[in-house]
C-alpha cells in the first residue's frame, strides 16, 4: 500500500479505538545481527524508531506473530526460535495495549515493505538514535540491564 493510504488508515483506525476502547495484544522483535546491532523500523504512518513488529492474529502464537511481522516488514528470519524479553502495558489512543518483547538473531539485510516501513537501520543497543517510542528505549534497558548483570555474574 502507499504510504499516505497507511496514514489514513491509521487515522481512522486511532478514532475507532477512541470510541471502542479495546484490547489489543502485540508483539515487537529485537533482532540482533553478527555485529551485535538491533534493526529498528521507522513506519509510514505513525512517526519514532519501532522495533519490527505488529498484532497478533487470530490463533497465533506470540513468537509466530512476531516472526511473521519480522519477515512481512523486513523480510528477515530468526535464526532459532525467539526468546521472550518482557511484557509491557501502554495506554493510547484510548487502547489498552499489552506488547511482548522477543529477541532473536538474524543473517542478512532487512529488505523493506515500502508501503508500511520507510526505513530500517541497525543500531548499537547502547547508541538509539533520536525519536525512538517509549516501549522501544523501554526495552532497550531491559535488555541493556540483562547483559550487564549476566556479565557482572
Known amino acids: 500500500m502507499k504510504p499516505q493510504l497507511y496514514r489514513v488508515l491509521h487515522t481512522a483506525r486511532t478514532l475507532y479505538w477512541r470510541v471502542r476502547r479495546p484490547v489489543r495484544i502485540g508483539v515487537r522483535v529485537v533482532v540482533f ?7 529498528l523500523v521507522r513506519h509510514t504512518y505513525t512517526p519514532g524508531w519501532f522495533f519490527p513488529g505488529g498484532g497478533a492474529d ?9 516472526a511473521r511481522e519480522l519477515a512481512e ?21 484510548g487502547v489498552s495495549d499489552h506488547i511482548a518483547i522477543y529477541q532473536g538473531e538474524v543473517r542478512g539485510e532487512p529488505t523493506l515493505d515500502p508501503g508500511e516501513i520507510a ?6 543497543l547502547d547508541a538509539l538514535p533520536e525519536g525512538c517510542a517509549r516501549s522501544t528505549l523501554a526495552a532497550s534497558a531491559d535488555l541493556l540491564a540483562r547483559r550487564t548483570s549476566t556479565a557482572v555474574s
Open 33 to 39: 545481527n553478527e555485529r551485535g546491532e538491533v534493526l
Open 58 to 66: 487470530g490463533g497465533e502464537t506470540l513468537p509466530e506473530a512476531g
Open 73 to 93: 516488514e523486513v523480510g528477515l528470519t530468526p535464526l532459532a526460535p525467539l526468546s521472550l524479553v518482557s511484557v509491557y502495558t501502554f495506554f493510547k489512543w
Open 119 to 124: 526505513e530500517a537501520r541497525w543500531f548499537a
